[in-house]
């Protein structure tokens, strides 16, 4: 069993930065992958991002690649996701999960999730 928090959610004028968190409780993390998925209004969840168990089989959308850097320290049991030069568009709720599917942009493959933080990019 994997419990995940999301934090460092706010608002942030475009081009801006954010770094999110996703800090998991559970002794096995670090034998899972880790993806980030956003969700706007109206819209469908979306992929973003994701990291290996050892850092590695990292992915991003095309439309992040550039501005968006994920990464984890396994000795925090954390996760995060560096959002630089962010835009309007990047606003949606944003959230991590964990599963055993390294390199994996479907949210089917992820068997945990957080509650989500909120990310909005507006001047």
């Known amino acids: 069993q994997v419990q995940l928090v999301e934090s460092g959610g706010g608002l942030v004028q475009p081009g801006g930065s954010l770094r999110l968190s996703c800090a998991a409780s559970?002794?096995?993390?670090?034998?899972?992958?880790v993806g980030w998925f956003r969700q706007a209004p109206g819209k469908e969840r979306e992929f973003v991002a994701t990291v290996g168990w050892s850092g590695g089989s990292i992915a991003y959308t095309d439309s992040v690649k550039g501005r968006f850097t994920v990464s984890r320290d396994n000795a925090q049991n954390t996760v995060y996701l560096q959002m630089n030069s962010l835009k309007p568009e990047d606003t949606a709720v944003y959230y991590c999960a964990a599963g055993r599917t390294p390199g994996s942009r479907w949210y089917s493959t992820y068997n945990y999730w957080g509650q989500g933080t909120q990310v909005t990019v507006s001047s």
């Open positions: 559970g002794r096995t993390f670090s034998s899972y992958a």
